[in-house]
Nanobody, 124 residues
Framework: VQLQASGGGSVQAGGSLRLSCTAS????????MGWFRQAPGKEREFVAG????????SYADSVQGRFTISRDNAKNTLYLQMNSLKPEDTAVYFC??????????????????WGQGTQVTVSS
């Protein structure tokens, strides 16, 4: 069972990136999914979450209105559209599958499968 994250890169402030996370197992369509990020010297923090059917989403206050999480269960793929990027968004971004179908758990312990991470760097 694997999650493969991609789409990271380097952009200037105000730019956009779209992250993708592909699951190797169709069973993930029954799980809530989330994106977390970790900057150097900081703890991993919740960014966004989505329930198994995609009808319910939640966001960290710091990204609300700028980031959009979505999923395509037919493609076993999770997305994170990031707009109006700021230097403080610089981090390694991880996708994760929740232990339940709920997608709003902000605690990393609520997730039992993790992707390898993809670097996002935003310059001022």
């Amino acid at each position: 069972v694997q999650l493969q994250a991609s789409g990271g890169g380097s952009v200037q402030a105000g730019g956009s990136l779209r992250l993708s996370c592909t699951a190797s197992d169709r069973r993930f369509s029954n799980n809530g999914m989330g994106w977390f990020r970790q900057a150097p010297g900081k703890e991993r923090e919740f960014v966004a979450g989505i329930a198994w059917r995609g009808g319910s989403t939640s966001y960290a206050d710091s990204v609300q209105g700028r980031f959009t999480i979505s999923r395509d269960n037919a493609k076993n793929t999770l997305y994170l559209q990031m707009n109006s990027l700021k230097p403080e968004d610089t981090a390694v971004y991880f996708c994760a599958a929740a232990r339940s179908s709920y997608g709003g758990d902000r605690n990393p312990s609520g997730y039992n499968y993790w992707g390898q991470g993809t670097q996002v760097t935003v310059s001022s």
